[in-house]
Every structure is written in C-alpha cells, then in structure tokens.
C-alpha cells in the first residue's frame, strides 16, 4: 500500500511534507507508511486518497493492498434507472446537436446524433461518427479523413489524452493513445497555435459534399460520486461554431415531431 501511496503522491508531484501539511498528518507517520512501518487506518488511507485526488477504483485498490475492504461498488449502469433517465434528459435535450455519454472503458453507453431522414446520402451520420473516451472525443478511422485540420486537432486530444491518462494512472488511456497514433493523419506533433481572437479550439469536418461544419465540444461529469461507474461516466455534447454548421444540423434534423 505504502508503494501505491508513494506513487500517487509523485503523480501530483508532492513532497511527503507537502501532502502531510495539506491533510493534516504526521509528516514523520506519512514517511512509516510509505516504506511499510506503520500500517496506516481505513480511514486514514480514504484521507490521503481525497487530498490526492485518486480515482474512487483506486481508492479500493489502495484499501485492498492494506488489507481493508473495499469501499466504493461498481454498479453495472443498466441497473441504475435514475442514472440513465438523466442521461437520456442532458443527450436528447441536446437534440438535434450530437453528442455521447461514455463509461470509464470508452464504450459509447448512448450516442445520440441527428434523425437521418432528410439526410443526403447519409452525410453527417457518417460525418458524427464519434467515439467518446474519458478524455474526451476521438475520431474514428472513418471520421478523421474529414477532419480537415486533423494535425492541430489530433495534437490536442493527444496532449489532453496524455495528461489524463498521468492523472488517472490508467495503463487503458497509454495504451489509447498508442491507438489513436496509429490512425491515418493523426500526428501528436501538429501546432496547437490558433489566432489570437478565437476563444476555443474547433474541429473543422468536411462533408461527403464538400461543406464544412464547424464544431466545438463541452465535457460534463457526475457530481459527488461515490459509485465506480457514475464517477467515470463522461458526457460530451457537441455544438455549432458557426451559423452554417447549426443551419445544416438542424436541417439534417428536420421538423419537430408534433
């Protein structure tokens, strides 16, 4: 456990006396812990884990490695009514923008894109075709030929990729981005540099007929978790840059169903 505990602490990149003073500890007990002379309380352990921002299943390996049980479950999402019915209220609220809610394995729990029956030749299903990981949107090796600035964009979800997977110490998130660098055009070495006025960084996608839709993206998260899975489910909604990406949507859409 002590190993663990070091571990996180240089993950946030602490000193034993510096997380000692933000929890409120012996400096010299944090120290017993660590090199495994003292073992530390349950309780102990689950405060140290708060001021260092571990991720609630590490939390429990943190415990099981003490010898403790396990503190936070894993309730499987199917068995959560009331979580579902809020994410089917934010995604179809969200309507007739697209965006995903995704679990802390990157599996899409439900996507949600424009009706496509107005749609020509099945454009922008295609074109949405997304794929949501805790980091953020990842483009699939279908959707990214029609990123039209793919360097800048795959620059950016890798660097924010990285900084999570460090965050989280998930060995998953490492082994995505080995994923995503492997897809057509995707470069970590692109310039993240844009002009000085613009105040997000916007995906720009091409259509199977030549227009451009532009996009930008807002990241949302359960509060107050205390259950494995709400705690790493992440919803992503995508919105218009511009006046003609929303015109085209709501086109695609079509009429409100009286």
Known sequence: MGELLRDWRHRRRLSQLDLAVEAEVSARHLSFVETGRSKPSRELILHLAEHLEVPLRDRNSLLLAAGYALAYGETPLETMPPV?????????????????????????????????????????????????????????????????????????????????????????????????????????????????????FVPRMRTLEGSELNFFSTLATFGTALDITVAELAIESFFPADATTDAALRAVAGPPAS
């Open 84 to 200: 579902q019915d809020a994410l089917d209220k934010i995604l179809s609220g969200h309507e007739p923008f697209p965006g995903s809610s995704s679990t802390g394995t990157g599996t899409s729990s439900r996507p949600t894109a424009p009706p496509c029956r107005s749609s020509p030749r099945g454009s922008l299903p295609e074109l949405l075709a997304l794929r949501s990981t805790r980091c953020g949107s990842a483009s699939t090796p279908a959707a990214s030929p029609r990123i039209t600035n793919l360097s800048e964009y795959s620059a950016h979800l890798l660097t924010r990729l990285h900084r999570q997977a460090v965050l989280a110490g998930d060995p998953e998130l490492t082994a995505l981005q080995e994923e995503l660098r492997g897809y057509p055009g995707v470069t970590g070495e692109g310039s993240t540099a844009v002009e000085g006025a613009a105040m997000l």
